[in-house]
């Protein structure tokens, strides 16, 4: 299976924007690229999904490199309540089995 | 909606003893999962189910039951518990078959220690 690797953790300040990055340099052509977060006591929460394309929502932006090895999740400003583990998981398109490893830690200063 | 609902939100069970978790969706989701973490970790898959009556092993299996005799539930059975069960248990739903490839909705957790 395709290994995702992230920092451990990650800082941020309060209204500027974060780029947390994930390294996946043996994804296959049809492994999806999902990003989850989980704030503290909570179970996850979607973040965004993609599969070559740049996607973006309400929540954040995700950039994939052209080689797919590595994406980017945007989030625009930081805000407090965005301090949360971000995962980064790839899954393959017939695979039911979602895999998080252990995330990046992003906190958020004022 | 309420969502993803999951009873108890506590439960300390002793060695050998056996209980049901439960999770309940109101959201008429097809695909339900269940995901162990333990701290300091990611979640690991127990099982999964695609819709009523199908069931499918994850990662993590050994030690657990579940059954899906309807859309909204989908319990998970401790058989016999071990203390090396002790974590938190999350279930989740998301909508069509390939539900893990849409937007997973997770209940609060249930924290579980075995004594």
């Known amino acids: 299976d395709a290994k995702t690797t992230q920092p451990n953790s990650m800082e941020s300040n309060e209204e500027e924007p974060v780029h947390l990055p994930c390294n996946h340099s043996?994804?296959?052509?049809?492994?999806?690229i999902h990003w989850y977060r989980q704030l503290p006591s909570q179970g996850p929460e979607y973040v965004i999904h993609?599969?070559?394309s740049n996607v973006n929502n309400r929540m954040a932006s995700l950039a994939i490199a052209e080689d797919r090895k590595s994406s980017t999740l945007i989030l625009h400003r930081a805000t407090l309540r965005d301090a949360a583990v971000y995962y980064c998981?790839?899954?393959?398109?017939?695979?039911?089995?979602?895999?998080f490893g252990a995330g990046t830690r992003l906190t958020v200063k004022p | 909606n309420a969502g993803v609902t999951q009873t108890p939100k506590f439960q300390v069970l002793k060695t050998g003893q056996s209980m049901t978790l439960q999770c309940a969706q109101d959201?008429?989701?097809?695909?339900m999962s269940w995901y162990r973490q333990d701290p300091g970790m990611g979640l690991r898959l127990i099982h999964y189910?695609?819709?009523?009556?199908?069931?499918d092993q994850g990662e993590v299996p050994n030690g657990y039951n579940v059954s899906r005799s309807t859309t909204e539930d989908f319990p998970l059975r401790l058989l016999s518990a071990a203390p090396s069960q002790t974590s938190v248990y999350f279930c989740?739903?998301?909508?069509?078959?390939?539900?893990?490839?849409?937007?997973?909705?997770f209940g609060p957790g249930t924290r579980l220690t075995v004594t």
């Open positions: 993609g599969l070559t």
């Open positions: 998981i790839l899954l393959h398109h017939n695979n039911n089995d979602m895999r």
């Open positions: 959201m008429n989701h097809e695909y």
């Open positions: 189910s695609v819709g009523a009556g199908i069931t």
């Open positions: 989740a739903s998301s909508s069509g078959t390939s539900g893990v490839h849409y937007e997973q909705y």
């Open positions: 043996t994804i296959s052509g049809t492994d999806y």
